[in-house]
């Protein structure tokens, strides 16, 4: 005997609503997961390359500061060379004077220099000569001429000779004395 006219069907655990559900929610945790992985991938390129990019800075600071120095330096020695150059009638009156000073010491093959140092105020020469005599008349009067101060000491050598060491100064003007 049956009390149904329905023949009874075996349900299923997850209904078709269910399924829906879960699909949806699978999909949409998915989703997410997708788009927090794909912005902490494209954050963490970004900060890489925001570090090269400071590494760069770094670099591109330190190179001109490096330039700065340099560019110092140069003004420096280019104010220096231009104080050296002074004006156009030093250079020309030192050229003569240097001429003229080697001049002498070629034409009296005896006086032989060693040393040689010069700059704009100051002269100092040392090497030998056969007597002081011949330093004195053929060097060391044209040297006094050109120097304000001018001191030559001498050292008799063994051969009879005498190692001498001249060293020849001008007294620094200001500019409108001269």
């Known amino acids: 005997m049956t009390y ?4 009874p069907k075996i349900k299923p655990v997850f209904s078709l609503f269910l399924r829906i ?8 945790a998915g989703f997410i997961v997708f788009i927090y992985l794909f912005i902490y991938i494209k954050t ?5 390359h925001i570090e090269q ?17 340099l560019f110092v330096l140069l003004s420096d020695q280019k104010g220096l060379a231009l104080s050296i150059n002074g004006k156009e009638g030093d250079n020309e009156k030192l050229r003569y004077d240097i001429a003229n000073l080697f001049d002498l010491i070629v ?8 040393e040689l140092n010069i700059n704009r105020h100051y002269l100092r020469l040392s090497g030998i000569t056969p007597t002081k005599e011949m330093f004195s008349l053929l060097i060391e009067t044209p040297l006094k001429s050109v120097f304000d101060e001018s001191k030559t000491s001498f050292y008799r050598l063994k051969n009879g000779w005498y ?16």
């Open 4 to 7: 149904s006219f329905v023949k």
């Open 21 to 28: 559900w879960m699909v949806f929610f699978f999909f949409g």
């Open 44 to 48: 963490s390129f970004i900060l890489s």
């Open 53 to 69: 990019k400071k590494q760069e800075l770094i670099t591109i600071q330190n190179s001109i500061d490096e330039n700065e120095k």
């Open 107 to 114: 034409k009296t093959n005896g006086i032989k220099l060693d």
């Open 163 to 178: 190692r001498f060491v001249s060293v020849n100064e001008e007294t620094i003007r200001l500019d409108n004395e001269r």
